[in-house]
Structure formats: C-alpha cells, structure tokens
C-alpha cells in the first residue's frame, strides 16, 4: 500500500466483487497506509480511533469506489475528510469545556457589575433609570421601550440623554 497502486486497485476490485480474504487483505493494508498518514497529524492517544473511523468510512463507501480511477487517492480523501471531523470534534469540545470554565469566571464580575449599575439607577429619577435600563440594557429601540414603558418616543430620548449625563457626573465625581 506504500505506492502500490496497481496491488491496491486489484484487492479492491475483488472486494467490491464479494471476496472477503481480498477485503481482509485490503482492509489490513489500509489500517497500515493510515497509521502512517493520520499518525503524523492526531496524538497517539488519537490514532486507533481514527484509523477506525476512517476504516468504517472506507467499509460504507466501498461501493463508490471506481476502477477506473487510482484507489490511493480515493483512500486519502476518505482519510482527510475522518481527519477533518476529528479535529472539528476536538475543536467543538474545547471550545465547550472554556465556555464552561469562563462562564464560571464571568459571573462574579457580572454580579457585581449589575449591583453598582443598580446602585447607580437609584439615584436617578425612575423614568429615566428605565428609559436607560429598556433601550441601553435590553436592547429594545426607542418605539420598543416607549411602548413598555408608557413614556413618549421623544421623552424615551430626552430621559435617558439626561440619565446618562447625569451617571456620568457621578462617576466622575467618585
């Protein structure tokens, strides 16, 4: 399987046909073509699993095999596209376990954020601690907020123009 292209394509051909000593034969010389191809790219912890589950790809797609085209290439798309999943997998999980681990982190920061923020709307008139709170909080637009809240679109703008301008005086002046 190391360049045998011509010994590969004939086991394969024989395999499609039905014949299961040239399937183990070809399946055995292809575990050893992907040791080597995959052994460069996964950890060795890795390996027997992908060289399984390229194996398993290999087995279900045996059928769109065609003789008329080189088998090696064929067999290192196969391989590619396990190799690429993989990683995708190993990706996905570690992208999980740190959202995880900076979900836990965040919310002390969150906390206390939100109690400072709320410490600060208390000494704002309440119109304008919600006219903030709807549109610069919770994202909602202006007719949004106006509508939750009972206030006008434009006294919306105007409270929280001067809410903002006046936690801004009191930050500074802390």
């Known amino acids: 399987m190391r360049g045998d292209e011509p010994a590969s394509a004939r086991l394969m051909v024989m395999a499609q046909a039905g014949d299961k000593q040239a399937y183990a034969a070809l399946l055995g010389e292809c575990q050893r073509w992907l040791r080597a191809y995959l052994g460069r790219k996964v950890a060795p912890a890795q390996l027997d699993d992908l060289v399984q589950e390229t194996l398993l790809s290999v087995h279900r797609k045996l059928a769109t095999w065609d003789s008329s085209r080189p088998f090696l290439p064929w067999l290192a798309a196969i391989a590619r596209y396990r190799w690429v999943d993989h990683l995708r997998r190993i990706y996905r999980a570690d992208e999980a376990a740190l959202a995880d681990e ?9 906390i206390a954020a939100r109690i ?7 000494q704002l008139p309440s119109a304008q601690a919600e006219a903030i709170e709807l549109v610069k909080i919770e994202g ?3 007719s949004e907020a106006s509508q939750a809240s009972g206030q006008s679109e434009s006294l919306i703008k105007v409270n929280i123009h001067r809410g903002l301008k006046k936690l801004t005086a009191m930050i500074e002046k802390a």
Do not use: H, I
């Open 102 to 110: 900076l979900a836990g982190a965040d919310e002390e920061p969150a």
């Open 140 to 142: 909602l637009s202006v």
């Open 116 to 122: 400072s923020l709320e410490r600060l709307f208390a």
